[in-house]
């Protein structure tokens, strides 16, 4: 089973649009962390936020914002008034300790990622 | 300025070939990673290492090798044996060896076997 599910292969928007980009996780652990990386056209990817799952408060840092809801097993990103320099894909990743879930603390798992593009 | 440096950026290779991607980071960091991008497919996990001389499979190691000779270099050798091995090769590092904390990603290096 997929551990991390990015439903949005590809998102297109215009400018100042608010976007979200969905991300669902699945673990048994109790401990784990939730990650967002942007990939640019260059092909780096940069980190973004990091979560871990004794902590569900909302996070907001300029334009974007993080919703954390473990009822429903979703880490959802927002980009508020989105510019065409958001443009890339991005990924959701969870990391987990694997004390029920058999895997490790010690990689990632990646979801899929989404394409946005912020068109002018 | 500290960082992850991948060469070559672009890289061919005749089928038959072995090939080896370089991935040196400045960072201090002890852990480091290869991940393998398909398109679509997102980031699967090639091999990984801990410490220096010692390293671990990842979920799609057949085919590929690696070395762990120095904290700052971890090399991936892609063998003939990889069955299909055109793809953007992404290499990482970590502070910590569990990951709590973020990756920091090289530029990647893109494979193409002619």
């Known amino acids: 089973a997929q551990k991390v599910t990015q439903a949005q292969t590809e998102i297109s928007v215009v400018e100042k649009e608010d976007v979200t980009l969905d991300c669902v996780y699945e673990?048994?652990?109790?401990?784990?962390?939730l990650f967002w990386y942007k990939q640019p056209p260059s092909g780096e990817l940069v980190f973004l936020i990091r979560?871990?799952?004794?902590?569900?408060q909302n996070e907001i840092s300029g334009r974007y914002s993080w919703n954390f809801q473990k009822s429903t097993s979703s880490f959802n990103f927002t980009i508020t008034a989105s510019q065409v320099v958001d443009s890339a894909v991005y990924f959701c990743a969870l990391s987990e300790d694997g004390a029920y879930s058999g895997g490790s603390n010690y990689k990632l798992t990646f979801g899929k990622g989404t394409l946005l593009t912020v068109n002018p | 300025d500290g960082g992850i440096t991948q060469s070559p950026k672009y890289l061919f290779r005749k089928e038959g070939q072995n090939v080896t991607l370089s991935c040196e980071q400045n960072?201090?960091?002890?852990?480091m990673y290869w991940y393998r991008q398909d398109p679509g497919q997102g980031l699967r996990l090639i091999y990984y290492s801990q410490i220096v001389n010692d390293f671990q499979k990842g979920d799609i190691a057949e085919g590929y090798s690696v070395s762990r000779e120095k904290k700052e270099s971890f090399p991936l050798t892609v063998t003939s044996a990889q069955k299909n091995p055109t793809a953007f090769y992404l290499c990482a590092s970590s502070r910590d060896r569990l990951l709590t904390g973020e990756l920091f990603f090289g530029e990647g290096s893109r494979l193409t076997v002619l």
């Open positions: 960072l201090n960091h002890d852990a």
């Open positions: 673990t048994r652990d109790t401990t784990y962390y």
């Open positions: 979560r871990n799952s004794f902590d569900e």
